[in-house]
């Protein structure tokens, strides 16, 4: 005889399954017949859980700069510093060859600047200098990824900062997470749990306000969609081959609903333009999908 628990989670799983089917096959019918492995995730008020190619260690790229936010700012919140505790940016941390607003803006460095504004550049403006600096000389990515897996979380891994990364393009692998861990992930963020609220509300409106991604996740919704949400993208090896090409958000429904999805494509072959209309497609059916239920 099963014990009681796993014959409810297995009920559980089993309605849940079926309640999403239909939105389960239109998702494959997008991925089918694309040169790139699709991983989806989506979690529905809080419950409902669909996932799609759940089963790779999919590239984070710059997803992972929500997950160090995220650490940082828990770090902050428990020791009370100030989001307007400045920080002295040298120009030596504000390296050429690196994808980075804050050195295009100010490339002579040596200025102070505020923890608000700092983690804003990585959360939305995904400044890959900012956030070396913070692993180099504030948490390291060892302590997020041990951070993580303090809260449960398990399939991932957080090793390499932007800079290890840009060394070689199987580097950009090392960084990983399935798409349900990090809808998971989401949705403590979402609910609440891991920041007290003047942290959460900052970090949600930075994500609100990311400018990358504007053809992902946002682009087939309707325009007044609140959408948090933070991207990561790869580079592209001599071959043609994009290593990663994601986007990870939370979208709110006119029905006061909110659903949590992580669409992750690992490994494409595919334009840019196409990975993002994966996105797009996907973000567009779950909207659609939930906002009748």
């Known amino acids: 005889m099963k014990p009681f628990f796993l014959t409810l989670f297995s009920l559980i799983s089993t309605i849940s399954f079926s309640q999403h089917q239909e939105l389960n096959n239109k998702i494959k019918g997008v991925i089918s017949n694309k040169n790139a492995t699709v991983g989806v995730a989506i979690i529905y008020d809080a419950k409902d859980t669909l996932t799609v190619n759940n089963d790779h260690k999919y590239p984070t790229m710059s997803v992972y700069k929500f997950f160090q936010a995220l ?30 607003p804050l ?18 550049y990585t959360a939305s403006h995904s400044d890959n200098n900012i956030s070396n600096l913070f692993f180099r000389s504030f948490i390291g990515p060892k302590m997020t990824d041990l951070y993580f897996r303090s809260l449960g979380i398990q399939n991932f891994e957080i090793v390499s900062s932007e800079e290890t990364m840009s060394l070689d393009f199987n580097n950009q692998y090392q960084n990983w997470i399935t798409p349900l861990e990090a809808t998971r992930i989401l ?7 891991l920041l007290s609220p003047d942290y959460n509300n900052f970090l949600r409106q930075a994500m609100i306000d990311t400018k990358s991604g504007q053809d992902k996740v946002k682009a087939l919704l309707p325009k007044n969609t609140v959408v948090v949400h933070k991207t990561g993208m790869s580079l592209r090896n001599k071959e043609g081959l994009r290593a990663a090409d994601n986007d990870l958000a939370i979208v709110y429904l006119p029905n006061g609903k909110q659903f949590s999805i992580a669409v992750f494509i690992m490994n494409s072959k595919e334009s840019d333009k196409t990975n993002a209309s994966i996105i797009a497609e996907i973000a567009k059916l779950a909207y659609d999908y939930f906002n009748k239920k």
């Open 71 to 100: 650490n940082i700012l828990d770090y902050m919140d428990k020791h009370n510093i100030s989001l307007d505790t400045e920080i002295y940016i040298k120009k030596e941390d504000l390296k050429e060859g690196t994808y980075s």
């Open 187 to 193: 949705e403590m963020f979402r609910k609440e749990e």
């Open 103 to 120: 050195r295009d803006k100010s490339p002579k460095g040596e200025f102070n600047m505020s923890l608000r504004e700092l983690i804003q």
